[in-house]
């Protein structure tokens, strides 16, 4: 999987004080999300529990002020990807791989290591639990 730039997100305090907080989902709870287009047309999809769960989670996150990057488990990132992740500095990371602390492969002469790999490293190494990404 081609690697893609982590692109963290989040709300303003203006925007967060105008959204109101979704309600706790329950059990059997249907969530449905409505598009309207610029045409003005409605489009409503309903969305799987799991992925209720995520779009809950998610919200709840924004709405707490937090910053959020969705990512998918086995995309690969860059040595400065993994970084932002990790919250420690690029060539902190260079060494983590040339120490075999973070698996990666070669794609012609760029690193890439899988985001499981580096969420691992970050639960087991005390100096990328210091801080979050900036």
């Known amino acids: 999987m081609a690697s893609r730039v982590v692109k963290f997100a989040g709300l303003s305090d203006r ?18 999300l409505r598009v309207r287009r610029k045409g003005g047309q409605d489009q409503t999809v309903a969305l799987p529990p799991a992925a209720a769960s995520v779009v ?5 996150r924004l709405l707490s ?3 959020v990057a969705v990512l998918a488990e ?7 990807e993994a970084s932002a992740v ?5 060539p902190l990371v260079v060494l983590r791989m040339d120490r075999g ?3 990666f492969r ?19 190494s005390p100096d990328c639990r210091r801080r979050g990404p900036e």
């Open 74 to 80: 086995d995309q690969e990132l860059s040595p400065t």
């Open 106 to 124: 070669y794609v012609g002469k760029h690193r890439r290591a899988r985001l499981k790999d580096v969420l691992a490293l970050k639960t087991f």
């Open 86 to 90: 990790l919250g420690i500095s690029r």
């Open 65 to 67: 002020g937090e910053r």
């Open 15 to 32: 925007v967060r004080k105008n959204v109101l907080p979704l309600p706790k989902l329950a059990e059997g709870d249907r969530v449905e």
């Open 56 to 60: 809950e989670t998610l919200i709840m």
């Open 101 to 103: 602390d973070l698996p």
